[in-house]
């Protein structure tokens, strides 16, 4: 009986043993850069498309994250007033991943993943991914403070400093809420941006939420309030035809004129007519493109010597040159500019080459 209880005693401690370990691995799971990549598109792409009249819809939400993954145009597709290729950053952080300079908790992500469904913006390019908390909190960088470093996400509790064209940098410590800091020369926490020389809380990135200035909401709200009111509501930004008061409420390339919000419209389909806009979709993968004195969207281009306007298919690009389609030049061969290289990257010396550290494209 005595052995028994032993043996009862001592499964039991393995079970709980085990039990303990499983808490602790659930807690420190990780998921790949692809994997993360894979899942936050498509949880972009989905909500975009519940915007209603938005950008996305029942017929391009399919091709939205490939076109996102393929653009060769530099977006701030990360942070606010920081334009990246989004292809060559995704490069960047799963060559860090190799290196174990970082890694994605499963857990944060799913927190990230919940957030961005919840935003429904008019056009997928108004979310700033690391500009999330959620998101930005997911990715755990495993240098300490002063190591060299090639983009922010390797740093812990911090970011990487790349003055001018240094390469590498050295990871920095971000200030931390209602700490002073320079707009020019710091950076603040997840969650939080220097605004009036301090850190202050920005909205984690769904409307609704308090905000005291435009710069405290997602890139595709605004901040309302009334007159008398020292703070305001996170509002989502109005499309074509709704009623504003200044610009600031309408959409990205909207002006507010005579009440209403106002722009031209952006045509997504074969054959419809773009000679005012002189824009297609690109996420129904289509350009504006001009046969005679007409404009009319077409899709993307792919053979090499076709006329383009905007973008071709793979292995090649639209030469604003020629306006003709061209095969991406390779490493070590003569470039002019980074959308002219296979990897997205024209060094300082004219050639394509494999990008070490994040570029920021003027």
Known sequence: MCQRFFLL???GGFAFFFLACEAANNTDKTISVDDFFKTYLEALCESSSKYNNGIINAS???SCSQAIMESLFAYDFFHVGRRTVFKQKVYLLRKAETRQWLSISAEQAEKCFL???QMQPYNPLDIKL??????????RGKKIINDLCFQDEECDRGWCNLQGTDCPGRCVLYRQQREPCNENLDRCEP???????ACSRLSSGVKGEPCM???HCSSYLYCKKNDADASGICFEKKGIGKTCEA???CLLGLTCTELTCQGPEIPDTVGADCSVSKTCNPFSRLECGKEGETYSCRTFPAGEGDSCSFQCGSQLYCSPQTGTCTLFSKPEEACGQYYQCSSLYCNDSGFCAMPECEQTIQ
């Open 9 to 11: 005693v001592l499964c």
């Open 60 to 62: 391009n939400k399919s």
């Open 115 to 117: 957030i961005v469904k």
């Open 130 to 139: 690391f500009d999330i908390p959620d998101c930005a909190l997911a990715f």
């Open 191 to 197: 969650g939080y941006t220097c605004l009036s020389s």
């Open 213 to 215: 200035a435009d710069e």
């Open 247 to 249: 610009n600031n409420e």
